[in-house]
């Protein structure tokens, strides 16, 4: 072995910080969307699970958004980064947009549980935003090499992210109301945008890894012990 190999600093995988945050309220979503679910929890109890779904994502945007080496776009800011950071933005923008219509959905659900179609769909703008910061990502992740985390954006991560936002967007469409006849678009589509999305997000979420030096996790477990 080489002095330059042995001398190395050591480094481990570990899952996100915000990954968990996004896995959790990536299953919320997904129980929601699941037609027996909806049945054995009832209206109020599903809604219950979307708005506690929209809270783990937008704690999970935020941390993103907010994490170490990450700074608002300067002049001399790279392309990547400046997209980065942008996704990062919107998409909380988006998730606060989803956190006011599961409110809005809860509350309508508590008050007539028994209301034909009480329920969550994707909202249109939470969905745009989830596009657009989508979009954004795939930029970032073309000039990953100079971003500030290159692990910050993976294609894997990149390209389930925009299913998800594309799957969440057919979900908002379907759940349109005709109004001719009150009914959604489709019912169908809308379950299933919203599930499809979920799991996208999801198995994004769980792959998503950084890469820190063994030395620094040591020095962190010695200030936080396990208890």
Do not use: K
């Not at 779904?53 to 704690?59: D, K, M, V």
């Not at 999305?197 to 792959?207: E, I, K, R, S, Y």
């Amino acid at each position: 072995m080489s002095n330059a190999s042995s001398t190395a600093p050591a480094r481990v995988r570990r899952l996100r910080r915000e990954a968990w945050g996004f896995a959790i309220g990536s299953l919320c979503f997904l129980a929601g969307a699941l037609p027996f679910y909806a049945d054995w929890a009832g209206a109020v109890w599903t809604n219950v699970t979307f708005f506690v779904g929209s809270i783990f994502f937008t704690a999970a945007a935020l941390i993103q958004l907010l994490l170490s080496g990450r700074r608002p776009p300067r002049q001399h800011t790279n392309r990547p980064d400046r997209a980065d950071w942008w996704s990062a933005a919107i998409q909380f923008a988006g998730t606060l947009a989803f956190n006011v219509s599961t409110a809005v959905a809860l509350i309508a659900a508590i008050a007539r549980p028994d209301m034909v179609g009480a329920g969550w769909r994707p909202d249109f703008w939470g969905s745009i935003a989830f596009l657009v910061s989508s979009f954004l990502a795939i930029e970032a992740t073309r000039g990953r090499e100079r971003l500030w985390d290159r692990d910050a954006r993976t294609w894997h991560g990149t390209g389930l992210n925009m299913l998800g936002s594309v799957a969440f967007m057919v979900s908002a469409i379907a759940a349109f109301v005709v109004p001719a006849t009150g009914d959604l678009v489709s019912v169908q589509w809308t379950n299933t945008g919203t599930a499809v999305g979920a799991v996208c997000f999801f198995t994004a979420a769980v792959l998503s890894r950084r890469t820190i030096h063994r030395g620094a996790l040591l020095r962190r477990l010695r200030r936080h012990p396990a208890t």
